[in-house]
């Protein structure tokens, strides 16, 4: 069946830290990936997507590439703020059947001052 | 901006005591979505719409139902909510369900059960 794995947080940085967040997937055919983010007591909001091997999403100064070849998506940011503290849920769609979204546990990270 | 609402954001119930969370969006989207997250886990699809068609996932609780009167608006109505029941109740869309159609979420709805 499909699955994504990803790293087991709390992960804690400083501000202006690079942030790597992995992510691994499992899935018959062909996926599209996605990288959602939870803020305290808040809904999921789409950070990033991707929809085709070698697609690169970006937004906020986070990227994401698909590696087919790796089979992973895995999330970057060059320089962490405070407010990028959050719950980072790395997910997928695969056929045969596209719904539902398949997450991983999320990562939660803490950025300090 | 186009999006997905969710009202109430906090809601208390009592043991037993019926419950509909409610969620609109102004996105026009065909498919709505709920999802159950309970504390430091992942959300856990409970049934989608496509359109009028519903489609409920395997292992979700006869407890939990769900109706969506037209296009914008979906509810989620727990019969008997149990204390395993408190948790965040997420509504999302989505234009389809194909690999690409992304899932937009609403706020949520955070339950508890006293």
């Known amino acids: 069946g499909n699955s994504v794995t990803q790293m087991e947080g709390p992960v804690t940085l400083s501000e202006e830290a690079f942030l790597t967040i992995n992510c691994t997937y499992t899935?018959?055919?062909?996926?599209?990936l996605f990288w959602y983010v939870q803020y305290p007591g808040e809904g999921l909001q789409l950070l990033l997507k991707?929809?085709?091997?070698?697609d690169k999403g970006s937004n906020k100064g986070f990227e994401a590439t698909y590696r087919k070849e790796t089979t992973s998506f895995h999330l970057e940011k060059g320089s962490v703020q405070v407010s990028d503290s959050a719950v980072y849920f790395c997910?997928?769609?695969?056929?045969?059947?596209?719904?539902?979204?398949?997450f991983g546990k999320g990562t939660r990270l803490s950025v300090i001052a | 901006d186009a999006m997905v609402i969710q009202n109430p954001r906090y809601q208390v119930t009592q043991f037993g005591k019926p419950v509909t969370l409610s969620c609109s969006q102004t996105?026009?989207?065909?498919?709505m979505y709920w999802y159950q997250q309970k504390s430091s886990q992942a959300p856990k699809l409970l049934f989608h719409?496509?359109?009028?068609?519903?489609?409920n996932e395997a292992d979700t609780p006869d407890n939990f139902q769900s109706r969506r009167p037209n296009t914008s608006f979906c509810f989620l109505d727990i019969r008997s909510p149990g204390l395993g029941d408190a948790a965040m109740y997420l509504c999302?869309?989505?234009?389809?369900?194909?690999?690409?159609?992304?899932?937009?979420f609403g706020p949520g709805t955070r339950l508890t059960v006293l």
């Open positions: 999302a869309t989505s234009p389809g369900t194909g690999s690409t159609d992304t899932q937009y």
């Open positions: 899935a018959t055919g062909y996926p599209s």
């Open positions: 991707a929809t085709k091997a070698d």
């Open positions: 997910a997928l769609t695969a056929p045969p059947r596209n719904t539902p979204l398949v």
């Open positions: 996105l026009n989207h065909n498919v």
């Open positions: 719409y496509y359109d009028k068609d519903f489609n």
